[in-house]
């Protein structure tokens, strides 16, 4: 919906700008947003997944941004059938444990990650790409950071995260 495009770029200039308070009150206004959205929609319906899935993503990237990573470790997880909401999900959660050195808790989210991107249907599209790539490219940068706090090989992961994004329609 329009609406949720309008938030979107609110979120994203707060991000910018660095205004925490409200980027975080106008992604939890958007995810409100996209959850009656598609409420509203049949649920077989496409146009409601590919409009609205991709804003799915905002708030715990909002989260992200800010580094709130005992907050992301309390946000409860998103229902199986929700695609999106589990690979970013999932991704939040990989890179708060990575941050936070919890070990066992990053190696979980990162197989959650990886299973949510697996059980992705090919062809479910957000906004210009299949949500399976954008997953891929999620699970690699949630490597990176596990293993750039570990290992020497970050930037491997790093490079492949990168190699995806460029084949990404924009």
């Not at 066992?104 to 991107?117: Q, Y």
């Not at 697996?118 to 997953?135: F, I, S, T």
């Given at each position: 919906?329009y609406?949720?495009h309008?938030?979107?770029?609110a ?11 409200t980027a975080l009150a ?7 947003a996209?959850q009656?959205t598609?409420?509203?929609?049949p649920?077989?319906s496409?146009?409601a ?10 708030e715990y990237c ?13 946000l409860?997880?998103p229902?199986?059938d929700?695609?999106a ?12 444990g990575s ?6 808790e990053t190696?979980?989210h990162?197989g959650?990650?990886?299973k ?7 062809d479910l599209?957000m906004?210009?790409?299949p949500?399976h ?9 949630a490597?990176?950071?596990a293993?750039y706090?570990?290992?020497d090989?970050?930037?491997?992961s ?5 190699e995806l ?6």
């Amino acid at each position: 919906s329009y609406e949720c495009h309008n938030m979107h770029f609110a979120v994203f200039a707060a991000c910018m700008i660095g205004d925490k308070k409200t980027a975080l009150a106008v992604s939890s206004d958007l995810t409100c947003a996209v959850q009656r959205t598609k409420r509203d929609f049949p649920d077989d319906s496409h146009v409601a997944r590919v409009l609205v899935d991709a804003f799915v993503m905002v708030e715990y990237c909002v989260y992200v941004r800010f580094g709130m990573w005992s907050e992301i470790g309390g946000l409860p997880p998103p229902p199986s059938d929700d695609h999106a909401a589990r690979i970013f999900y999932s991704y939040a959660s990989a890179v708060a444990g990575s941050v936070l050195a919890r070990a066992d808790e990053t190696a979980r989210h990162l197989g959650e990650l990886r299973k949510a991107v697996g059980e992705c249907p090919k062809d479910l599209v957000m906004q210009n790409n299949p949500l399976h790539r954008l997953g891929d490219i999620a699970l690699h940068v949630a490597t990176a950071e596990a293993e750039y706090r570990g290992r020497d090989s970050w930037t491997q992961s790093l490079d492949e995260a990168l190699e995806l994004e460029d084949g990404l329609a924009y």
